[in-house]
Each structure stands twice: as C-alpha cells, then as structure tokens.
C-alpha cells in the first residue's frame, strides 16, 4: 500500500531487531517517495532536480547512537550503509556494509550496494570482507561491473561446477559473453537459460539486447511476448518491448516503454541508456544528453552512456565536449576496439593526426573487426605524406578483407588503387600489376575507365625496363567489352 508513515509510527514503540529495521525502513522509503514527487514536480519525469531525502539525517543520527551503544543488528547496519551512500559518505558506507556483512553474510542486497561503492578495486582497500562462499559471487558480480570480463567468466565458471542448475551464475556468464562482443556464444547461454527457466525476466533485457544487435526480429519478437504474459509490469519486460519496437524503427513506441520501465522503476540503468540511444534517432540530441547524464549518475562505470554522449556531442559538432567523453568511455573499456576508433575520430576532426594515429593503433591492437582503424591509419599516414606506412597499412587493410571473403566495396578498391599507385612509383611493376589488375575487376563501373588508364601505363613502364607480365595480358580497349561488341562507343 506504500503508506511508509503509517508503518514507521505503528511500529513506533517496537524495539525489536525487525521492528526497529521495518520503522527505520519505512522512514527512508518515505523519504524516497517524497524525494521522487519533489523531483517531478520541479523537473518533469525526465528532467533532473538535486532534490534530498529529507529523512537521511534523522535516521542515521539513531541507527549510529544505536550503533555507538552495540545493539545494532546486521540489516539495521545495512539500512545504516544505504543512508550513508545515498548522503555520499562512500568511505563510511563501505565500512557499515562490511560490517553488516560480517554479521550476517548471505545479504545479496548488502553485496550488491557495496558493488556500487566500488568505482575501481582500490575502493575496498582497508575493507575486511567476511570469508564466506558469497564472496565468490560478488568477486564474479564486481569484475562484471568493471568489465573485467575474463575475470568475470573464470569466477562465474568456478561458481557453475559448484551450483550447475543456478539460472544467476549463467546468467552472469552470459552478459560477460556479451560485453566481450561474443554474441553468438552469449546467445547461446541465453538460450539454454530459456530452456531450462522459461519464464525468468532477471538479465533478459541483456538477451534483447543481443537480439537487437543481431536483427533476430522473431526471437526478439517472442521474448517479448513471453515477458508480457509473464508480468508487464517489470522493468525487464518494458526494455525487452522497447528493444522490439527500436528495431522496427517505430522510436517514439520504444521511448514510451523505456519511460514505462522508469516509472517502475527510477533508477533502472539499461532504460536511461536504451532511451538515450532513441533519442539520438529521433534528432532530439538534449533529451539524449539528458538520459545519458542520468544513466552515468546511477553507475559512473557505464561505458555505454559515456559513449552515448560523446556521440551526441558530436553530432552537435562539440568535438571538445565529445572527446572529453570518449576518454571516459575508453578508460572504462580499453579493450574495445569502437572506443577508440571514436576517440581518433574525434582528434581528426580537431585536426590532430598524431593523437588520431595513437588512438587508431590502439583499436587496431584490440582486434578492430569492422576494420575503421586500418582504414583511417593508412589515409591519414596518406595525408601525412608517410607513403610507406599507408602502404603498409592498405596491405594490412586487404588481407583483412581477403579472410572476410570481401570481394567489393570502396575500402578495397581504395586499397587497391593506393598500392597500384605506390607500387608503380617505387617501381614494383608486377606488384603494380597485380593491385591494378584486381582493381579493374573489383572495383566500381565508375572507376573501370581509371583502372585501365593505370594498367595501361604499367604494362607500357614493364615494356621498357623488360619485366614480364605476372597476369595475362588482356587488350585494353578504351571503352568496355560489350560496347565494343554493339559498336557503342
């Protein structure tokens, strides 16, 4: 009934360890309430107001002179924690957390608010942490959260031979899979969840998400549905709907269910960010700010929203604000390859190559598989005036796209038209043959004309220094086959 006021002063005269804890819960749920009408009253439902919980100070002031006196129990100790954090004593909040926890170790919830003191793992340097077998589990959760992802997938495998059957510990090894990028195996983990635990919601917004990457419509499609008849009213289920609606690209219909999910629950992370996302689409660049914003004040680790901004800055041509935001994103994820290929872009445009280059050489370092790093590094060693490392880099770029089975499209004919060049002006004439020869039957009708002009003059620079042809010579008409066959020139 959410009546909290009333629950506190019934239990007024309760001195009970769960008396006690029920009144001072009920006070700081009130406050939250109150917190939450004031905010929407001063700033909208999306919007942001510095509104306090004004019952904070009252019931830390007790819950510590109950401390001081010895008699506080371990969920007071935690109620005690929450207070602290939500007033941003961090250091004091950790320290009442553990000591909660050292008391009564099988609070998830305590493990989980600790996780959220924890920017770096420098955060419980001095925390003396219970050794108990729920420890294993909140190192698994905390490497998740700092995206530590392997480390992550090793704990919770350790975890999987000693709770086979728990739907959490996949759960967790899936969205480590999935912040690796490895869609298809997190899509399997997934998938053999649903099998096993039809009707679970915890982590399937992770799932929608997977599908959402990999246009699976019908499955995503049926997830939806499942979480509708399942219970509409979770969170999980709106972002799961929203997703649905996003790939149709019916944008405004996924903001509605995003906002649905905020409503049920404020500080739901995935729905800020997934908003932001939409936002962006519908050109509405200050609410995807807005959201963003919001997304990284509940969880200051979420690379997404990081690199949610500094994407709409630049699409506001704010390159110093958008670089400013990318750094945050690749300090988080300095593995992924995206992050830093942003982060050179954003220098290019500021015209400033050697950062740019730095940044490219990271992400191709950190396996860039849409292959924009090699790209940018051999054009701007190119403009550089550095033709050897372009070179380089053009070759780098072709024995990618030779594994990938790539036959077309502009990033191979603009290699294969750079290393003819190069080639022919280091006087590699067979070299040069060979990339122009490919050039003419790869590249676009529109560069047939160039390709042939070029080859024509290698063949004529082979003639003279004597080198042999490596490919069949083939005349060379100044039009096309087939016009010359109809007698169109």
């Given at each position: 009934m959410k009546e909290y006021k009333r629950a506190a002063h019934t239990l007024r005269a309760d001195s009970s360890p769960c008396g006690r804890f029920l009144r001072f819960y009920s006070l700081f749920l009130a406050g939250g309430k109150r917190q939450e009408e004031e905010r929407v009253e001063q700033a909208g439902p999306v919007g942001r107001a510095n509104i306090p919980n004004r019952e904070l100070r009252g019931i830390q002031a007790e819950l510590e002179a109950i401390r001081g006196a010895g008699t506080l129990d371990a969920f007071c100790t935690y109620l005690l924690g929450l207070v602290l954090?939500?007033?941003?004593?961090?250091d004091s909040a950790r320290r009442a957390l553990a000591e909660s926890l050292h008391a009564y170790p099988w609070n998830w919830s305590a493990w989980m608010e600790l996780i959220a003191l924890c920017e770096t793992r420098e955060s419980l340097q001095g925390i003396q942490l219970p050794n108990h077998w729920m420890r294993d589990f909140f190192s698994g959760q905390l490497a998740l959260e700092l995206q530590e992802n392997e480390d992550a997938l090793r704990t919770f495998g350790k975890l999987r031979q000693r709770f086979p059957n728990c739907s959490h510990v996949a759960t967790q090894i899936a969205q480590a899979k999935y912040n690796m990028r490895d869609f298809d195996e997190a899509q399997s983990e997934f998938e053999a969840i649903q099998k096993d635990d039809p009707y679970r919601l915890?982590?399937?917004?992770?799932?929608?998400?997977?599908?959402?990457?990999?246009?699976?419509?019908?499955?995503?499609?049926?997830?939806?549905?499942?979480?509708?008849?399942?219970?509409?009213?979770?969170?999980?289920?709106?972002?799961?709907?929203?997703?649905?609606?996003?790939?149709?690209?019916?944008?405004?219909?996924?903001?509605?269910?995003?906002?649905r999910a905020l409503k049920l629950t404020q500080n739901y992370l995935s729905a800020w960010t997934l908003m932001g996302h939409e936002y962006v689409e519908l050109k509405n660049t200050s609410a995807a700010i807005e959201a963003y914003r919001r997304a990284v004040d509940i969880n200051p680790r979420d690379y997404r929203a990081w690199y949610g901004l500094g994407q709409t800055y630049e699409i506001l041509l704010m390159h110093y604000y958008a670089l400013y935001y990318y750094r945050k994103a690749t300090t988080i994820r300095p593995y992924d390859a995206r992050m830093w290929c942003a982060l050179g872009n954003c220098y290019e445009m500021l015209g400033r190559d050697v950062e740019a280059l730095k940044c490219y050489e990271r992400a191709v370092g950190n396996k860039d598989r849409e292959g924009i790093a090699l790209k940018r590094l051999a054009a701007l060693n190119g403009k550089r005036g550095d033709s050897d490392m372009a070179a380089f880099f053009h070759r780098k770029n072709l024995e990618r796209l030779e594994q990938e089975g790539v036959t077309e499209g502009q990033g191979l004919t603009d290699s294969l038209n750079y290393l003819a060049k190069y080639c022919r002006d280091k006087a590699q004439l067979q070299e040069a043959e060979k990339y122009c020869t490919r050039w003419l039957d790869q590249g676009p009708d529109g560069e047939k004309d160039d390709a042939r002009a070029l080859l024509r003059e290698i063949r004529q620079l082979m003639i003279r220094a004597g080198t042999p042809s490596t490919v069949g010579i083939t005349p060379l008409l100044p039009f096309s086959p087939l016009q010359y066959i109809i007698g169109i020139h």
């Open positions: 954090k939500e007033r941003d004593l961090k915890d982590g399937m917004d992770i799932y929608s998400n997977i599908l959402y990457v990999k246009e699976c419509k019908r499955e995503l499609s049926r997830i939806a549905h499942m979480a509708h008849e399942t219970d509409k009213f979770r969170p999980e289920t709106c972002c799961i709907i929203g997703n649905y609606y996003s790939l149709k690209a019916n944008h405004e219909q996924a903001v509605e269910y995003f906002r």
